[in-house]
């Protein structure tokens, strides 16, 4: 394994058992994200992308091979510590935004980060809720519910929410799923912005390989298979390959009728 990867995935593979018939949805993949990199993953509708992030965020389990994130072996941990490194590790951002319809744009955030820090004052939660809201340009947008808000703007609270508890690692699927093209590509840049800000590492799976292209590292899942792809990097984006990680300290989808094979 790469010592002080974010990310280390080892030969992985994901077989789900289908009505008794096994159907692998991965195959042999690894994957290694250095701390503070920003990788997107594309490829084809089908392929296995949203399965290789459920099983970075510990909610599925591999078949075979090794899932290490932040440090942490995750075919080892019970649900209770997968929870635990799931609040500290990790900030999520869905496709359908998943924002709670009855709360503010600001308590949306605040209870994402009173569950990943639960001894902070309300003072202290709302206090870093604005200013995770304030790094997305939403400081006008505090009270709003997300009915009052645009897609785009849903999104960026969704973007404020994931990065709230200042996680070392985003996972983002297909965020710009529900939005068009021009409001899709003002989010990633402001994700990736805010990431190396804030020395975040990302994965992206997006369709869009203009929005993959503004990423340090493009890979394509193609039949459960990940490999690298060379992507000429368009003018405008941030050479952050180039940059050396600091050190950080260290910070859902288809509910399914199935069940992992097991190995
Ligand atoms: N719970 C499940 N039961 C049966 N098949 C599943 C289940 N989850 C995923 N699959 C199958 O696994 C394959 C990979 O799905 P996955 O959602 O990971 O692909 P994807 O690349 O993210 O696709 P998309 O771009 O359309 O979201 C697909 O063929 C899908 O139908």
Redesign the pocket.
């Known amino acids: 394994m790469s010592a002080g990867s974010i990310i280390d995935a080892r030969d992985v593979d994901y077989t789900?058992d289908?009505a008794g018939r096994p159907?692998h949805?991965l195959r042999k993949v690894s994957l290694s994200v250095a701390p503070a990199e920003v990788v997107a993953i594309v490829?084809?509708?089908?392929?296995?992308?949203?399965?290789?992030l459920m099983l970075l965020a510990g909610l599925e389990k591999a078949t075979d091979g090794q899932v290490v994130v932040n440090g942490r072996d995750l075919s080892d941990m019970n649900e209770d510590n997968l929870a635990r490194f799931r609040r500290h590790t990790l900030g999520i951002v869905f496709q359908s935004f998943h924002l709670i319809p009855s709360l503010s744009a600001l308590d949306n955030v605040g209870l994402a980060l009173e569950i990943a820090e639960p001894g902070l004052s309300m003072a202290q939660v709302r206090e870093k809720a604005a200013a995770a809201l304030a790094a997305v340009g939403l400081e006008g947008r505090l009270d709003h519910r997300p009915s009052a808000l645009s897609g785009g703007e849903q999104q960026r609270v969704g973007l404020a929410r994931a990065s709230v508890a200042n996680p070392p690692l985003l996972l983002a699927d297909?965020p710009t799923g529900n939005l068009d093209q021009k409001t899709g590509a003002i989010v990633v840049d402001l994700m990736f912005d805010l990431a190396r800000k804030n020395n975040t590492a990302v994965v992206l799976?997006t369709?869009d390989p203009a929005l993959a292209a503004k990423a340090d590292r493009v890979f394509t899942?193609t039949q459960?298979q990940l490999t690298e792809t060379t992507v000429p990097k368009p003018a405008t984006a941030s050479a952050s390959s180039a940059r050396k990680a600091p050190a950080r300290k260290p910070a859902a989808?288809?509910p399914?009728?199935?069940k992992p094979v097991s190995k």
């Open positions: 789900l289908v159907l949805i490829g084809p509708s089908g392929s296995g992308k949203t399965s290789l297909e799976i369709h899942m459960g989808r288809k399914a009728a199935k």
